[in-house]
C-alpha cells in the first residue's frame, strides 16, 4: 500500500511539477487564458464613470462624411477643425490621424501653384496647443526624436521600452509646426484586443511618448515628462510622471487599459465644428483635450476593447486619458506571477495529498474549494485593489491534477480490478463472476437460505504422505492438485470456499443462482476424478494419490459470515455438515465419490448406485448414500444397466441378511469393465450388511 501511495505521490507531484513549469514558460495559450479572464472581470465590474473630465472626441462619422464628403479630406478642413477647436478653448487638439503624405487637394499640386493646404494646416497646428501622431509599421522609415523633454530616475530604461524600427510620420512641415508629437499604435502586437498600452515607444535613442501621454503633457502646458526608473536598479520602468499627474506602470512602461461604457455625449460630431452654429460648441469643448478621430467604418480605425466590443481607435486613448486623471489604475507587478506560480504549486499539491488521504469525494470538494477561493481571491484583487491576479491557470491546474490523479486512481483500481478478477476467478466460474459484477447486490451483507449443493473433497493419508515427502515437494504436489481439482470445480459454476489444508469445500448455487446445480456438483466430481488420474500419471510420487468427495444438496444458510471489519463469504447448516461427514465416510464405504439421496434425485440422468446408509457424527438417523460411478452416458449404457440390475440383487440379498456370493461375484465381474474402483466397495459391503437394512430402493 504504502509503495502505492508513493507512487501516487510522485506521480501528482510530477503533474503539478510540469503545470507550474507550463505556467512559468507562459505560452501564447495560457496568455490569452490570463487575459480573457481580466477581460471578463471588466466586463462585469467596468471603470466606473466619472462625474466630469475635460476630454471629448470630435468624431468623423458618418455624418460628417456625409456632410463634408468622401474621405480623405482636405488639409483646408484639418485646418479648419484646428483652428475652431482653438478659438472654443481646447487644452490641446489631437489629431489621431496621419498625415504622412502632402495633400493632393491642394491647389499647389493640382495646378503648381496657388495655395498649400498642407501650410495652411500647419498654420493652424502652430497656433494652437496642438498634437499630432505617428504609427509603428515595422521598419522603414527612422522616427522622429520626440517633442518633449526627458529627465530619468534610476537606470536608464530605454532597453525595455518597445521598439519603433519604422514609423508613418506626420510631413515634417505639420511635424514642427504641431506642439506635440506621439505614437497612436495601441499595443505591441497592433492587432487583437486592446488591453496594454505602452506609454512610452523607443526610437533607439530616445523615449517617444504614446498620444495619450503627449496630450496630457501639451494640456498641461509641461515641457518635460519624467520617467521613474525601478527601485532596485533594474533598467525597468517603475512609472511616468506627466506634470502633476503620476502613473505607475509595467516594466516596460505599458499601461492595463481599464474601460468603462462611453456615453453618447463624450463624441461631437466633425460636421458640427465645421458646420455654422460650431460656437455653440463651447462649453462642451472648451478646456478639453480634444481627440480628433474616425468611427466610421470605411475608415478602418476600429479595434476591440476588453468589454468586448469594437470601439473607434481614438476612443481607447480617451480611455486611456480617462484613467490617468482619475488615477484609475490596473497594476499587474513582478510579484503577481511568483504569487500565481506559489498557489498553483500550493493548491495542486494540496488536492494530491487530499486524495491520496481521503477519496475521490472529498478531494472533489476539496478541489472546487481550491477553485472557489481562487476566484474570490483574484476578484477581489481586482474589485477592491485594481490588482490584476490570474485565477484561471490555477483552476485549470487544479481540475488537471485532479483529473490525473482521478485517472491515476482508476487505473490503479482497474488493475487491482483485473488482478482480483484473476484471483477470484479460480475460486468462482467466470460467468457467474460477471454476473456478480453486473449485481452487487448478489453480495449482500447477512445470510440468505436457499437450496444448495454443497462438496467436501480430501486427500487420503495425507498425514502419511506428509511424513515421506519433502516440505517443497508435498506443496508443489498439492499446488499441482488444487490446480486440477480447482478447475474442474470453477469450470461447473462452482464457488470455492475455502482450501483447508489437503481439503477443498465448494458450493452451488450461491452467490448466484445455478440451475440443476445437484448436476454441476456431480459432474464436477467426475472431472476431479479424471484430473487426479491425469496428475498421477504425469508427476512421479512416492504413491498415487487418492481423494474422498462428498455432496449433499438441501437448504443451507450463505451469505457473508463474520464481522464489519473482516467477513467471509461462506455457507453453513445440516447439508454442509452431511457433505463433509459423507466425505469422511468415503473411507468405510471405500469409494471415492458419495453423494445424498437428495442429490441423486436432482440428478437422476447421472450413473448412480446405491450404497445403504451410513452413520454420521452428530446426525441422529443413519442417512442414505449413494456411489456417483459416472456421466449420463455411462447410466444409458447396457452394462451399466446390467451392473444396476446385480447391484439392486445384492442390495436386496445384503438387506435381508441372505447370501450373496453369487450377486457379489456378478457384481465383481460387470464392475471391472466398468469402473475398477468398486471391486474395493463390494469387497466392503460384505462387512456392511447392517448398512443396507432397511434399504429403500432409489429409482
Known amino acids: ?59 468623423i462619422d458618418e455624418a460628417s462624411l456625409a456632410a463634408i464628403g468622401q474621405w480623405p479630406w482636405s488639409r483646408q478642413d484639418m485646418a479648419a477643425i484646428a483652428s475652431r ?54 521598419t522603414g522609415i527612422a522616427a522622429p526624436g520626440p517633442k518633449a523633454g526627458f529627465a530619468m530616475t534610476g537606470t536608464d530604461p530605454l532597453a525595455s521600452l518597445p521598439r519603433l524600427d519604422g514609423v508613418a510620420a506626420p510631413l515634417p512641415l505639420l511635424a514642427e509646426a504641431a506642439t506635440g508629437l506621439g505614437v497612436a499604435s495601441l499595443d505591441r502586437e497592433g492587432a487583437g484586443v486592446a488591453r496594454r498600452l505602452p506609454l512610452l515607444w523607443s526610437n533607439g535613442s530616445a523615449p517617444l511618448p504614446t498620444l495619450a501621454v503627449e496630450a496630457l503633457r501639451v494640456a498641461q502646458g509641461v515641457s518635460t515628462l519624467v520617467v521613474l526608473g525601478d527601485a532596485s536598479g533594474a533598467p525597468t520602468v517603475a512609472g511616468l510622471r506627466i506634470g502633476a499627474l503620476e502613473v505607475p506602470t509595467g516594466p516596460s512602461g505599458d499601461m492595463w487599459l481599464y474601460y468603462r461604457e462611453l456615453p453618447a455625449s463624450t463624441y461631437v460630431s466633425a460636421a458640427q465644428v465645421l458646420g455654422d452654429d460650431h460656437a455653440q460648441l463651447a462649453p462642451l469643448l472648451a478646456g478639453h483635450i480634444v481627440l480628433v ?47 500565481e506560480l506559489l498557489v498553483i504549486a500550493a493548491s495542486g499539491l494540496a488536492v494530491v495529498l487530499i486524495l491520496l488521504l481521503t477519496g475521490p469525494l472529498v478531494g472533489l470538494a476539496f478541489s472546487i474549494m481550491i477553485a472557489a477561493l481562487a476566484t474570490a481571491g483574484s476578484w477581489l484583487a481586482f474589485s477592491q485593489f485594481g490588482i490584476l491576479v490570474d485565477a484561471s491557470f490555477a483552476l485549470f491546474a487544479v481540475l488537471v491534477v485532479y483529473a490525473a ?65 519433502a516440505p517443497a515437494e508435498l506443496v508443489a504436489m498439492l499446488n499441482r492438485l488444487f490446480a486440477g481439482l480447482g478447475a474442474a470445480i470453477v469450470a461447473h459454476l462452482g464457488t470455492i470456499d475455502k482450501f483447508m489444508g489437503d481439503a477443498i469445500m465448494a458450493f452451488w448455487n450461491a452467490p448466484v443462482e445455478v440451475p440443476r ?9 467426475l472431472d476431479m476424478r479424471k484430473a487426479l488420474r491425469d496428475l498421477n500419471a504425469r508427476h512421479t510420487v512416492v504413491e498415487p494419490i487418492a481423494i474422498g468427495i462428498g455432496i449433499s444438496t438441501g437448504p443451507a444458510l450463505v451469505g457473508n459470515m463474520g464481522f464489519e471489519a473482516r467477513f467471509d463469504y461462506s455457507c453453513i447448516g445440516d447439508t454442509v455438515n452431511v457433505a463433509s461427514r459423507i466425505e469422511g465416510a468415503c473411507k468405510t464405504v471405500c469409494y471415492d465419490i458419495l453423494v445424498t439421496a437428495e442429490t441423486r434425485a436432482a440428478a437422476p440422468e447421472l450413473a448412480f448406485l446405491a450404497a445403504g446408509s451410513v452413520v454420521l457424527k452428530g446426525i441422529s438417523q443413519p442417512e442414505p448414500i449413494h456411489l456417483l460411478v459416472g456421466d449420463a452416458e455411462l447410466a444409458q449404457s447396457d452394462a451399466f444397466a446390467a451392473l444396476t440390475a446385480a447391484h ?49 430402493s432409489v429409482a
Open 85 to 138: 477647436l482653438t478659438e472654443l478653448g481646447a487644452a490641446a487638439v489631437v489629431f489621431d490621424i496621419l498625415f504622412p503624405e502632402p495633400d493632393r487637394l491642394s491647389p499647389s499640386t493640382i495646378l503648381g501653384s496657388g495655395e498649400d493646404y498642407d501650410a495652411l494646416f500647419a498654420g493652424a497646428l502652430a497656433a494652437g496647443p496642438s498634437v499630432l501622431v505617428m504609427s509603428r509599421v515595422g
Open 405 to 469: 490523479m482521478a485517472f491515476f486512481r482508476f487505473a490503479v483500481t482497474d488493475a487491482d480490478k483485473r488482478r482480483i478478477r484473476r484471483a477470484f476467478a479460480h475460486y468462482v466460474e467466470p460467468s457467474l463472476l460477471t454476473q456478480i459484477e453486473a449485481d452487487a447486490g448478489l453480495l449482500k451483507l447477512g445470510g440468505d437460505v436457499r437450496d444448495m449443493t454443497v462438496m467436501f473433497s480430501d486427500v487420503r493419508n495425507f498425514t502419511a504422505l506428509s511424513e515421506r515427502t
Open 517 to 525: 446445480h445437484a448436476r454441476h456438483a456431480c459432474e464436477a466430481a
Open 1 to 59: 500500500m504504502w509503495k502505492r501511495r508513493l507512487s501516487a505521490l510522485l506521480f501528482g507531484t510530477a503533474v503539478v511539477v510540469g503545470l507550474v513549469a507550463l505556467r512559468a514558460a507562459d505560452p501564447y495559450a495560457v496568455r490569452v487564458a490570463r487575459e480573457t479572464t481580466f477581460d471578463t472581470y471588466q466586463q462585469i465590474r467596468p471603470r466606473q464613470a466619472p462625474e466630469s473630465l475635460p476630454v471629448r472626441i470630435v468624431d
Open 648 to 696: 439392486e440383487e445384492l442390495l436386496a440379498d445384503l438387506a435381508h441378511a441372505a447370501g450373496a456370493g453369487a450377486a457379489l461375484d456378478r457384481c465383481r465381474e460387470l464392475a471391472m469393465a466398468i469402473d475398477p474402483r468398486l471391486i474395493d466397495f463390494y469387497d466392503a459391503s460384505a462387512n456392511r450388511a447392517g448398512d443396507f437394512a432397511p434399504l429403500q
Open 293 to 339: 478621430g474616425t468611427s466610421a467604418t470605411g475608415l478602418l480605425d476600429i479595434r476591440a476593447s476588453a468589454l468586448g466590443e469594437a470601439v473607434p481607435g481614438v476612443s481607447i486613448h480617451l480611455q486611456a486619458i480617462e484613467q490617468i486623471l482619475t488615477g484609475t489604475f490596473l497594476q499587474r507587478a513582478d510579484w503577481v506571477g511568483g504569487i
